[in-house]
């Protein structure tokens, strides 16, 4: 059936437009600020304020510095493990945790719940983690940046909040058909609650792309950097010496000092480009129709 | 004789009665605690194992003698928060900023969502989609550098401002602009990442739903406001929830980057205070009890906001 | 049927070497664990004999040394352990002991390594971490003191210290013991000033003017410069380190915290507490109310403050030497004839010497030490590791590296950095070459040599920066390295936080105009109120017991 649209439909999707438009316009900005900068020369950078509209004299000497070292490789490899298979864990958990808790009738459900989110305020601090972590044997492996963040409790309560939206009728009549409960997760609540999935998943992936602290405190072993870490490295070594080594008597850092503005921007845009393209994968979870003609009877 | 074949009604003790209760909920339920008993385990080993170390707020805390070891002081450090001549203005601060963020950093996002949602040309949604979370990647030491860039005397913001007929003046050093130009700027960064959720729960709702109200004539406006906002409620209502359990916390870092001794005066938040004390790097007692007072805090404020959301919409953590 | 056997054989190979490997290795080891006593023992047999004789290097022994620090990333960048560098082993070569690095890359990693309780030999990092201090560590037995072992096996450590007594007070504990090797700013004046007043004389030369050198001349020089359409003409980070102008009213503004702390008559006095604080507060006032102070200044972030000198919109800043050269290289492209220079610090009279320079002490207690550990089975031969570095040899293998790789002595005397370090073939910088050959990139456990400086400096400018901004220096008024005691610490923490957020504020107010100076009472009975005189105590009772030392 096709609507014909009143004219204030038509105002609206006009200035709706218009709108997204200038928002979409002065929300690129910093990336292409960014981007721009980890291309200029340095000098000119240094010496530039206000907008940054274009590169200033294209130079490809911060991402020379950057990929010259011999660890980036296997930076991005590690990252990627722990990626994917941290992820990996946290759905399953989050999924287990969230489907008991949108469970009727169970018992221990609130106080499982109350226990869960106690720990998002109330923890041991640093040592006492890290000699849990130690003691299971996790030093200088990558189990040490997956499982302890096996699971977060924001993003349980999220997906939970998902599986509730759920008809309880399609579980019901999957019950009376004698479907086991693990059945009723992986063929009925789990195929609904997709679009949520793809965003839960988007935000450990995110987390476990961003991380580096794990890394730093239980891993000496270099190999087994994450990206970030390793970043993190070439950053602070080429930022103003004078500031972070007090009695350097550093005058021969200051060509240094230059481009390592360039570097910090180089860094950004080789640490979050790989991040970014994985979100168009997820984008077509949000797709709407995703439960089509399910709710019959 | 017969005898009465009922047995007789004997009204349970409490006691027992509660044991029947839990048998009777593990003979139902015990797979789907054996579900969740992976998690289980997972919180009892690095969160509750490790939950000793909370007792550091209240020792003089010594790394050779550990947490046993170190002597008990008590409220100590407590004291030494609350007796600092600026605790209630940086209470204060902390907890305006959070109110302000309440009223326009939490609905700006749904209502971006709403608004993109009603976008049909799925290249332009998409598009607009992608770039409006992008600056959320970017580091907080760039984005308060463009910030502090806009926002000086010659700089965009006040170009414009100069264009439209008014003064320059430095924005950054106004304590009127202050809040502002931090909330302001915290939606520029983050309204894209943030509504995601909110498109994923969008696009969860069924189509059929909107199929029926077309066909009884709603227009588009009645069909977000009685079909998409409700079908999104819980999920609005439960991140409102946890976001009251938040309210003590104002991450220090874009404070510290943006704010200068003119703006002390409404900027200066807990975090903000703790960090400038410039403590021996590693002086954690004091940190962890001011950390302690925000968690009990903020607690509270979560409890509150679940009761009273479970009374008002029937949603709630538990 | 060859194919398998082959395989067999390869295998039965394979097998045979993995065995002696290992039983090469076990077997190796052994003898270590037995001749390290032995070793020891020969080693302070030797020393006691040749007293006091420095060549005892290379040790004879096979002991191998944990060391433990943090990975500085000018090494990390070609090198994945410490141990790898030319450096390490060529201190490995003269010293005779192997070192076995083990690296941090976070402060956490500190607390997280004492907590273990699995020690190794030696430490090197920022004692002032430990909660508590060093000394504290000291009572809590996780490190050794070095008076018991000094004489003996670090004699050119012992013997720098007998020939530099006042430093020597100065990194010596209240108590009288000495903890770990200390970080040394070398002697010689230029290395206590590395940055100060900088301007552009090319403007000055436009309006017939020298480099300022009074406060009415800086005035008058910023206002021309404001004449000529310089908008902001003075600016700095955020306002960092432009209290130059308060040091020629004799107030030394620094931190707010502890670095505005110095001694004035003998007694310790707190800057913005002294009268005359009032009259730099005018003068500031003036300043600002003419336009010449940036009307950002306390927004203006590093980039953007560079980005005003390079584009013109400054012409006076408080800077390093090193970006006296940033600044006229860069911005030669922009502003032809630009050129910054450096200016003395201002004084109210003409003639007079500026009392209150921007100087460091030589020794700053919370810099990095090493230290030895309670677990150590060999403080003796730690103490002979990390007391090289304090011979002479050492001290030039420290600061410039290897001969004739990195560093050539002239016929006059004087070391010079080689090419290789300067612009080194594989397109190394100046500080990732020093990472490889030398220690003097960073602060460390050892003497810095002041000249390795000078070896970069690009322009005359700089050189004649350094001659200027040390050619007076005095350090009458400098507040020397003192401790507070624990308990005071804490009292003194409390207090000056409080202080310095409402002296900044006020600062900035009465600059602005804000808060007019008629309230300047309120200000200084607000300080009482919120304690600044017991902090005045503390810090002056610290200062008499570092003079009782």
């Not at chain 1, 530039?48 to 490789?73: D, S, T, W």
């Not at chain 3, 039983?23 to 006593?37: D, N």
């Not at chain 3, 460091?360 to 030490?369: A, H």
């Amino acid at each position: 059936m096709i609507m014909k649209k009143s004219i204030q439909e038509i105002i609206f999707d006009l200035s709706n437009h218009l709108i997204l438009l200038f928002w979409a316009i002065i929300t690129i900005y910093p990336l292409l600020y960014v981007l721009f900068s980890s291309v200029s020369d340095a000098g000119r950078l240094m010496s530039h304020r206000g907008l940054l509209l274009y590169p200033l004299g294209i130079k490809f000497e911060a991402y020379k510095r950057v990929f010259e070292n011999p660890m980036i490789l296997r930076g991005y490899m590690n990252t990627f493990i722990v990626v994917f298979g941290g992820t990996a864990l946290n759905l399953m958990m989050t999924c287990l945790a969230a489907y008991f808790l949108s469970r009727k009738n169970v018992l221990w459900k609130n106080t499982v719940m109350v226990m869960i989110v106690i720990t998002m305020y109330f923890g041991g601090g640093l040592i006492p983690s890290y000699l849990v972590v130690t003691g299971l044997g996790m030093r200088n492996s990558l189990l040490a940046l997956i499982i302890p963040g096996a699971v977060s409790a924001y993003n349980i309560i999220v997906m939970r909040t998902s599986f509730q939206t759920i008809p309880a009728s399609l579980e019901e009549s999957a019950f009376l058909d004698g479907a086991s409960d693990f059945s009723i997760l992986f063929r009925i609540i789990l195929p609904l609650s997709k679009s949520m999935l793809a965003v839960v998943a988007l935000w450990y992936a995110v987390d476990h792309w961003n991380a580096w602290f794990s890394a730093a405190i239980y891993l000496t072993k270099r190999e087994l950097y994450p990206i970030q870490l390793i970043l993190r490295e070439i950053l602070i070594q080429n930022a103003d010496s004078q500031e972070i080594y007090k009695m350097t008597i550093g005058a021969g850092e200051q060509d240094e000092a230059q481009v390592a503005e360039t570097i910090k921007y180089a860094m950004i845009i080789i640490a979050t480009v790989p991040i970014l393209c994985a979100y168009p994968y997820l984008q077509k979870y949000f797709v709407k129709g995703v439960m089509i003609g399910s709710l019959k009877g | 004789m017969s005898r009465e074949i009922l047995p007789e009604i004997v009204p349970e003790k409490p006691l027992l009665a509660i044991f029947h209760r839990i048998s009777k909920d593990f003979k139902k339920n015990w797979f789907v605690y054996l579900m969740v008993l992976p998690v289980v385990t997972y919180y009892l080993i690095f969160y509750y194992v490790p939950m000793y170390g909370i007792q550091i707020g209240f020792k003089d805390f010594n790394i050779a003698k550990g947490y046993s070891g170190s002597p008990w002081v008590g409220l100590k450090y407590f004291k030494m928060f609350f007796d600092s001549f600026y605790l209630w203005r940086v209470l204060r601060n902390t907890v305006l900023i959070n109110l302000y963020e309440l009223i326009f950093s939490f609905p700006a996002p749904i209502l971006f969502a709403l608004l993109l949602n009603e976008v049909k040309n799925r290249r332009f949604k998409k598009y607009v989609q992608t770039i409006s979370y992008l600056p959320h990647f970017i580091s907080t030491v760039v984005i308060c550098g463009i910030i502090t860039n806009f926002c000086v005397s010659d700089g965009l913001i006040n170009d414009i401002i100069s264009l439209l007929g008014g003064e320059r003046n430095s924005l950054l050093q106004n304590v009127k602009y202050f809040r502002t130009i931090f909330i302001a700027s915290g939606i520029w960064q983050g309204l894209g990442f943030s509504s995601i959720i909110y498109f994923a729960a969008i696009s969860a709702v069924d189509q059929e739903l909107y199929q029926s109200a077309i066909i009884d004539g709603a227009s588009r406006f009645r069909q977000v406001w009685h079909i998409t906002l409700p079908s999104i409620k819980p999920t609005i209502i439960i991140l409102l929830i946890l976001n009251i359990g938040g309210f003590l916390n104002v991450g220090f870092q874009k404070i510290i980057l943006l704010y200068n001794p003119a703006t002390y005066e409404v900027a200066d938040v807990i975090s903000s205070h703790v960090y400038t004390y410039g403590l021996q790097k590693l002086n954690w007692s004091y940190g962890a009890a001011v950390g302690l007072f925000n968690s009990v805090a903020n607690l509270i404020l979560l409890i509150a906001a679940n009761r009273v959301s479970k009374k008002v919409s029937e949603i709630s953590l538990w | 049927m060859k194919k398998t056997f082959l395989k067999a054989a390869c295998f039965t190979v394979a097998v045979f070497i993995l065995f002696t490997t290992l039983t090469a290795c076990t077997a190796g080891s052994k003898t270590i664990s037995t001749t390290s006593s032995t070793a020891a023992s020969s080693i302070s047999a030797a020393v006691s004999t040749t007293a006091g004789n420095e060549s005892v290097y290379p040790l004879k022994t096979d002991v191998k040394l944990t060391y433990w620090s943090e990975m500085n990333p000018n090494v990390s960048a070609n090198y994945k352990n410490a141990g790898d560098t030319p450096f390490a082993q060529e201190l490995a070569k003269r010293t005779g002991i192997q070192v076995e690095y083990i690296h941090s890359t976070t402060d956490e990693a500190f607390a997280l390594l004492m907590a273990s309780n699995d020690l190794p030999d030696i430490i090197e990092f920022w004692w002032d971490a430990y909660p508590g201090g060093p000394s504290q560590a000291l009572k809590d037995d996780q490190i050794i003191a070095l008076n018991d072992i000094m004489d003996e096996h670090a004699p050119n450590f012992t013997k720098w210290l007998k020939a530099h007594p006042d430093v020597a007070r100065q990194i010596r504990w209240d108590e009288g013991y000495y903890i770990g090797f200390p970080c040394v700013l070398g002697d010689g004046k230029e290395v206590y000033v590395q940055y100060g007043p900088q301007i552009r004389k090319d403007l000055l030369d436009k309006l017939k003017l020298s480099v300022p050198e009074t406060v009415d001349e800086w005035y008058s020089a910023l206002k021309g410069m404001k004449d000529l359409g310089v908008a902001a003409p003075i600016t700095a980070n955020k306002g960092y380190r432009i209290d130059f102008l308060a040091r020629a009213f004799g107030i030394v503004i620094g931190d707010l915290k502890v670095g505005a702390f110095y001694i004035e008559d003998g007694k310790v006095v707190y800057g913005p507490m002294q009268p005359a604080y009032k009259d730099y507060l005018a003068t500031w006032r003036k300043w600002y109310a003419d336009g010449l102070i940036d009307k950002d200044i306390a927004t203006v972030d590093g980039n953007i403050a560079k980005a005003k000198i390079l584009d013109g919109s400054s012409a006076a800043t408080v800077g390093t030497v090193g970006t006296l050269y940033t600044y006229n290289d860069t911005a030669q492209k922009n502003i032809p004839g630009f050129q910054m220079v450096a200016a003395p610090l201002p004084v109210l009279k003409k003639g007079d010497v500026n009392k209150y320079p921007f100087v460091e002490n030589q020794y700053t207690p919370s810099e990095v030490q090493a230290v030895i550990t309670k677990q150590c089975k060999h403080p003796d031969i730690a103490a002979r590791l990390l007391d090289y570095l304090w011979s002479e040899e050492g001290i030039i293998l420290a600061n410039w590296g290897i001969k004739d790789k990195t560093y050539t002595v002239g016929v006059d005397g004087k070391f010079k950095y080689t090419d290789f370090v300067k612009n080194n073939p594989d397109g190394w910088t100046v500080s990732r070459v020093k990472g490889g050959y030398m220690r003097s990139y960073a602060s460390g456990p050892f003497y810095q040599d002041v000249t390795i400086a000078f070896q970069t400096y690009m322009i005359p400018e700089q050189f004649e920066a350094r001659d200027l901004w040390t050619k007076t220096v005095s350090l009458e008024h400098l507040l020397p390295p003192m401790r507070r005691t624990a308990s005071e610490d804490e009292e003194f923490t409390k207090i000056i936080n409080d202080v310095k957020t409402y002296s900044e504020e006020c600062l900035l107010k009465f600059m602005m105009g804000t808060m007019s100076l008629d309230e300047y009472d309120t200000y200084t009975a607000q300080m009482k109120q919120l304690g600044i005189d017991r902090a005045i105590e503390i810090m002056q009772a610290a200062y008499t017991r570092y003079l009782a030392k």
